[in-house]
Structure formats: structure tokens, C-alpha cells
């Protein structure tokens, strides 16, 4: 079974819901290790058609859960910035929470909700079991209130209000990529831990309605027997709308209807219990990620069934992602068919309820409310039904326990249930206070909720791109900067980008200065004017607060053609920054909300796929358009002033972090290089020297003594060269230290203008997010080597890509393909082998390779093959991960055109200390029975129908000597063939 416990879960919420005669529902599960949310629409929980689960991708239907890190036992710990984290990791069962005696010596949010009274220490598990609150005081004093400056009670309120917040974040992320407002809905509350923290979860979402089944503990278990008998079929059936053979379609369709039906019968249910629903998944035709929709009434004619159907299918994109493309081809790709019956209803819960209207006095306990006061406590079955319990108050059963809060008002209901409505459900973040912008848990608390933002920005641009460089390879990063332009969050972005946005925030707001008015959007790529290379095009939405510019949100995005002398962006042939496309200095493309037709329309008429280039900018416009509206919804809960004082406060900490990690290192001076194969004319084994000083808690990274500039695009400009430079020493950083513009703040980069690292324009500059990025991580790896040799890692594989140009006999479009398959290894470290398949080292595993399927669906392409290259990877103690094969041959018409771009044909990823290095790349091109190496920075090399393109990408290099590794491990690598012999 896929996830059947927290199914039962979701399936348990929904009928704990009706009951109550509500249908819209979140349902939290918290139990002592993770949070499990779902969502119920119209009573019946979200499905999802395909999920990542322990890293495999299980493509059936499944109800859709969303897991979080935090649960009962969640450790709680301060980072190196002084900043308060709550998970993901947990003390578990054993040793459990510091209360539970058997061990554990980490605060946990149970000891938390223990010392602040939340919790009865003599009827835990219904008195089974005893917790001693004087272990969770001592945990939480010497692990998280001594190092904040706090008092015990002060900080176990404040991992209570990080870990709600978290929660919170996470109801929130998953309700807004659905299209939804969770304010609109109510909150099931199930777990042993939901309980304490539900209302607290619930007000900051602003949710005002939780429902508390008496089933909550074990409510997953309830659910499989309070869900209905479901039979679900699907059939691919990828068509366009407008072509749709529509008697195949219900045919289809009614095959499904029938076999569901019979299985039905057999389980003896009559057709008058069975209820039919038909929904298909559909996308736009050059995107990847499809939106589920209802199929419209068949008894319709063929046109009102397409026009229907065409209606469901934007209405439901534009409810997702804020717009729709209504010029674009609809492509249907599954047919669904779900055919259910309810079973007989069941009760949770005795007949007898207590319907006494005197119950017993309840008991008082010293509770923490915001300040200690005395709280009634109430066995919370003996409550009669009909009963109103106002907070402050406590309601304990045998596994559960429910917090009501000042204002809070719980309602026994028919069957045992309590509905508690909340008031006051801004409280917890309408704060004013200036001192908050020092408070660790009011950071971590705005922290958790721009990098949501940022998280949702990729979320949407991922599931909108319409190429496959960006929708499936997800060559594009996300972040938000204040006014000031400092990187303050971001997605799972490029390394190579994220820290080169400050830079382009800046150039906007020189080009504009007072000119910038809300509404307005702005669009760069010129790598001398806040850009890095022309195919990286960057949206930025400034936010306005009051007439106040505040923020400024940014998406940048590689798309697949900008113009040029040769497709696909990346020209080996230029000399100059002119040859390379299409060239966008600091340009306003909406103007006051209005966008500006006739400038997109030059922008697109000079590219070579418009239709694309402006359905990835308009995934771009949507995802900085959501940023806004999120950024609005914060500035809304928080006094301005207060909020600007927080992140000035985040910011802070993380760079107390980085400086931190770097006194720890050795002070000195230490040098690295390495070389660039060639620049596709003169210049060949070009040096790059990184000159890195430790001083204290500081480093600067000189790189005076690279080579100068080069005739070919090679050449790094400045925000390049300090992106990726401060991408080498996060490499280096704790894994918790926040990826934003603090950790720049103990960073000097030193890049001379006229070198290949700071080239002066007009000199080309489109591979220098690959070469010479990667190698100017390379000379610091090899820098830092000789000061914190457990920290670095061996090299890894560098980028070498080519894009294939030409006429798609299916369906006579002319089409570009850039190659992201054959990801090469990574380097080893000490105690780790390297990644296999993570790619080149700029980039950190952010580039993935694209579908095989879909590539040859979307291309005229036949993938023999895309496998491990074994004896790729560098040997040693620890070695390196595996590059890759792939074999692609081409089935267009006619000659097309192939370019190539990178390097690592003759500079093999490097070993460290002992360590071998990997293999270089090696790609071929076999036409007519002939293979010809191919060079790494070639343009027009033709391809014709047959040919086959072989790609041997690199592995990474090994570290330590390689006599030096365990036997069990090089048996592993033989056993899997990762090893020759």
C-alpha cells in the first residue's frame, strides 16, 4: 500500500468533517515524528497522480499528503547565527523527549509543551506512564534558553511558536499550489500531538473553525473503516483537444465505467449506490506538468463537449497559477475514471455519551497563556454533548490533549465531536513591537515564511514553463530583495544565479531610480548591466506597501533562444557580446499593471521560438506576480517597521554563521588553480588562480592572477564571478546556514576588470556561468584544500552540452533540444563518495536530467540508451560519483544543425590527497557508419536522419588514497558494476 496509514487519515478527517456538516477541510495529523497534511474539497480528499516517495516516483493515484518534519518529538536547537530551529530532527521513540527519562538529552516540543503545563506529567498515556519536567527544563535551558538569553519558559513558548509556524507554512505551501485560500476552509485536528498545537496552528493561517473527532488519536485507523469502496482507472490517451476523436474518447471512457461497475456488483452493490466521475489530466502542449480537470457532460455535441472542455481546462490553470493561455494547443493526456459506493455508515464513539448538565468541577493547573495563570482542566469525555467550554482551558482524554486559548470556544457535539471556533485569529502576528526584530523565534518564524514564498515562486514557474530546459531541467532560480536589493530569500535555485539578483535589483533601480510605480515589471539580461549571460532572463516585480517601495521580487530563467548567430543561446563561434542574442538592458515590460504588447511582441519577433520564449515569460511574470500578492499578505500581519527590523535581524544571524564556520579555519593565505580546456580559438589551458585569505572570521577570495580576458565566450562579467564565488565557500558551510545575502557579509571578492573573470564588454560572456564558473570553484576548493581538508571535495564533472536544431516530422514545427541527460559525477569528500549523476559543480545537483519519454514525445528523438558509466568515477579512500551514457538518435527531417558548449575534454575532474581523477567527457557523432569526436565548442555541425549521438560524460574525482578503501565498499562497487575491473 502507498501511505495507508495517513490515507485512513485523510479519509478519517473527511467523515469527522461531515459529520459536523462541513465539507472544505484541512486535515493535520501530528504525531510524534511528522505532520501529515491533506486536503478535503467538497468532502472528499485531494488525489494526487503521481508522488516521490523515499526518492522513487510511484505514478498511481493517491490521496495527496504533504510531510512535514515536525512532530511531538522534534529536537529543538539554536544554529551557529543564534537563530531558534525546531526539526526535522526527531528524538523518536527511544530515547524519546528529555522528560521521558530513558536518555534522551535533547528539548523536544513535548518537553516544551511539559514545562509550559500544556501537558500532565502524572497522566500521560492515561497515567500509564510518568514524565519528569525537570529533565525538560534542564534541556531546554542548557540547549536552547542559555545560548538565546531567555528564560525556560521563554524559550519553550518559543519552540512551540516555531514549530506552529512551520506547521503553519506548510498548510499554506500546500493549499496555495492547489489554487486555494486555506482561511477558507476549517482544520481537522488528529494525532497524539495535534491537539496542543492545532488552534495555535489554525490562528496563524487564519483558519477559525477546528474539529477534534473523539476518534483523533487514532483517526487513521477509523478512516479505513469509514471510507467508501473506490475503483479508479486511468488510460493514456495523449491527444489535442481540436483533433480529439471524441467516440474513442467515451468509448474509453465507458470501458473504465464498466469494468468499475462489475467490480462493484461483485462486492454487492447496486447501481443506485454507484456514483461515476470522469476527470482528465491536460496541459498546455509544450509544458510537462498536467492539471486535473473534470470531463464535461458527454450527452453534449462534439463542439459544446471541446468548448466545455476547453473552458474546465483555464478556468482551473488560471484558479492555479493566476493565468491561462487561451491561444495555446490543449493537449489531453489521461483519461480518468473513479467509480465508488458508499459503504454503511459507523459511529466513533459509544452510544452513551455524558449528557449531564452538572458536571463535576473540572481540576486548575498552572498553565502558560502568554503569562502563568490558573486554567481549568477537563476530562474531555465526560463533557455532555451541546456543552460550551470557553478558554483558557485544557480538555485531556487518555491520548489526547486539546488547548483552548484566550477566546477559544469548543462545542461537544452529537457523536463526541468538539468544533472549537476561534476569534482573534491575527493575534499571533499583528505584532508592533521593535523588539521583535531582535527575538530569535520571531526570525525563525518570518524566516519560515519567505522561504515558503520563494518556494512557491519555483513551484509556480515549474508547473508553467513551456520549455524543457526550464519545466523539467528547472534551469531557473527564484528569490526576494528588499529595497535595499539584499538577497533576504530563495528557492531551490542555481548557485550560479541566486547571489548575482542583488546585483540585478540594483541595476533596475539605478535605470529607473523614482520612476518605479506598483503595477511595474522589469526585465534584464545584459550581463553588463546587472545580467550574467544573455539566454538568463531576468523578471522583477517591485512590492509597494503604502505608497512605499519595499521589496522587489525575482525570477531569473534560462530560456532555450535569445537569438544570435546560432540557436539555443550558446554561440562557440562569437567574438564579441553582439553575436549572442538578443541583448535587454534594464527594461520596464508592464507599466502600472498594463503590460507593454508592443515590446514583448520585438522581443519575441527576435527570438527563434517566440511561442515559447513568451509562455516562459509569462511563467516568469507568474511567479513574481504570486511573490507580490504573498509579500502583501505578510506586510498586511506585520507593523512595517518591525518586519524590516526582523530581516535586518535574519540576515544578521546568518552572517554570524558564516562567521562563525570561518574562524574555526586556520588563518593564512593559500593559493589554488586550475585551467579551462580552451576557448574554441587560441587560448588553450587557461589558468584561473583563486588567492583565498583567512583572517579571523573573514576570507577574501583574490583572483588577480587569472588570465586575461579571451577571445571566446569564456569570459565571466563581475556579478558572475561573485555569485559563483560565494557559492564555493557555501559549498563549505554548515548545512542549516541560510542562503541569503548575510552570508556574503564576511566575503571580499577581488576581480580586475579586463580578466577572464571581470572581461571588460563588449567581449562574449554566454558559457561563463558554466566556464570559467566552474573553475573559479575549483582553484578555491583547491585553495581551502590545504586549511580545512575535511570540508572540500575532489572536482566534479563540468558541463559539456550540446543543442540539436531542426524540422519535427510529426507535426512540421522546427523545434531546439539542448541536451541535460548524462549528468556527470560529483567529487568525493572525506567519509563520502561523490553523487553520481549530480552534474557540474555550479549548479549543485539544481539541474536535473529531463524525462526520457517526454523528450521524445515533445522532439524527433530515440533514446537508445541513458545509463551508469562504469569506471567512470576516480578511485579512492572515498571515491568519486559516476558520469553517464547516452546514446540519442535523430529522427527529424531532413539536415538539422548541432552546436556544442563547455568543456572537460582535456582537464578531467581533479583527485585530492591521493585521491585519482575521473574520467573526462567524450562525445561522438556517428553518421553513415562514421564516428567523429566532437569538440567541445563547435557550431553547424550537421546532423542527419539516422545519426547517432553518443555522449561518455565524466565522473568525479576521487579523495584519499585509494589503497585506503574499505573492502566492503569495493566489493559494493564491483558487486554493482560501478567498478571495472
Known sequence: SILSGPAGGANGAAYAASVVGEENVIALDMGGTSTDISIIEGGRPHLANEKYEAGWKIAVPMIDIHTLGAGGGSIARVDLGGVLRVGPDSAGADPGPACYGMGGENPTVT?????????????????????????????????????????????AAGILRVVSNSIAEGIRLASVRKGLDPREFSMVAFGGAAGM????????????????????????????????????????????????????????????????????????????????????????????????????????DASQIREQWAENFHRRFEELYSYSQSEQEIRLVTLRASISAALPGITDTESDQSTSSNPSEPATRRVQMGEWEDVSVRDANAIPEGRRIEGPAILESEFTTVVLGHGDV??????????????DVESIESQTSEAAGADPVTLSVIENRLESIAIEMMDVMLRTA??????????????????????????EGIPVHVSALPIAGEAVLNTFGDDIHPGDMFALNDPYNGGSHLPDITVIKPVFYDDELLFLTVNRAHHSDVGGGTHGGYNPSATEIY????????????????????????????????????????????????????????????????????????????????????????????????????????????????????????????????APQVTGFINSAYANTRSIAHAAIMYLAPYDVAKNEGSMGPLTVVAPKGLIVNANPPAPVCMSTNHCAEEIIEAVFKALANAVPKSVNAGFSRRLRYAITGTDPRTGRYFIWHFFMARGGGGASSGNDGWTGIGEVNVAGGIRAPSVEVTEERFPLFVVNHELRPGSAGDGQWRGGLGAVCEIIYEGEGEASMNTAGDGVKVPPFGLFGGSPGLPHRYSLVSNGTERVLRTKETGVPVFPGDSIIAL?????????????????QAWDEKNGYATK
Open 111 to 155: 518537553d516544551a509543551a511539559l514545562v509550559l503545563g500544556l501537558l500532565d506529567p502524572a497522566s500521560f498515556l492515561g497515567g500509564r506512564v510518568s514524565l519528569d519536567s525537570s529533565l525538560s527544563k534542564t534541556a531546554i535551558r542548557e540547549n536552547v534558553a542559555d545560548p538565546l538569553g531567555l528564560s525556560v519558559t521563554d524559550a
Open 466 to 491: 513551456m520549455s524543457q530546459i526550464l519545466n523539467s531541467s528547472r534551469d531557473f532560480s527564484t528569490a526576494i530583495l528588499d529595497k535595499q536589493c539584499r538577497l533576504i530569500a530563495q528557492g
Open 579 to 706: 553575436h549572442e542574442g538578443l541583448r535587454i538592458p534594464p527594461l520596464r515590460i508592464h507599466d502600472k499593471g498594463q503590460p507593454r504588447k508592443d515590446l514583448l511582441a520585438m522581443l519575441s519577433a527576435n527570438v527563434r521560438l517566440p511561442e515559447n520564449f513568451l509562455g516562459d515569460l509569462n511563467a516568469q511574470i507568474g511567479s513574481v506576480s504570486t511573490a507580490e500578492r504573498r509579500m502583501l499578505e505578510i506586510l498586511e500581519h506585520y507593523d512595517v517597521e518591525m518586519l524590516l527590523a526582523v530581516i535586518d535581524g535574519i540576515l544578521s544571524a546568518t552572517e554570524r554563521q558564516v562567521r562563525q564556520f570561518i574562524s574555526d579555519w586556520p588563518d593564512g593565505v593559500y593559493r589554488g588553480e586550475s585551467f579551462v580546456d580552451d576557448d574554441g580559438f587560441d587560448a588553450e589551458m587557461i589558468p584561473i588562480r583563486a588567492e583565498v585569505t583567512v583572517k579571523g572570521d573573514t576570507m577574501k577570495i583574490d583572483l588577480s592572477e587569472s
Open 410 to 423: 469548543a462545542v461537544k457535539r452529537a457523536g463526541g465531536t468538539l468544533v472549537i471556533e476561534l476569534t
Open 953 to 969: 560524460s565524466s565522473g568525479g574525482g576521487g579523495y584519499g588514497d585509494p589503497q585506503d578503501r574499505d573492502e566492503e565498499s
Open 197 to 300: 498545537l492545532a488552534n495555535q496552528v489554525a490562528r496563524e493561517i487564519g483558519i477559525r473553525k477546528v474539529i477534534v473527532p473523539p476518534a483523533a488519536p487514532v483517526l487513521s485507523a477509523f478512516g479505513m473503516l469509514a471510507s467508501d469502496l473506490q475503483y479508479d482507472y486511468s488510460q493514456s490517451h495523449p491527444a489535442g483537444l481540436e483533433t480529439l476523436d471524441l467516440d474513442e474518447t467515451i468509448s474509453r471512457l465507458g470501458a473504465m465505467e464498466s469494468q468499475g461497475r462489475r467490480r462493484l456488483h461483485e462486492n454487492g452493490m447496486s447501481n443506485e449506490d454507484i456514483v461515476v466521475e470522469f476527470t482528465a489530466d491536460m496541459r498546455y502542449l509544450d509544458q510537462i506538468y498536467e492539471v486535473t480537470v473534470p470531463v464535461p457532460d458527454l450527452g453534449l
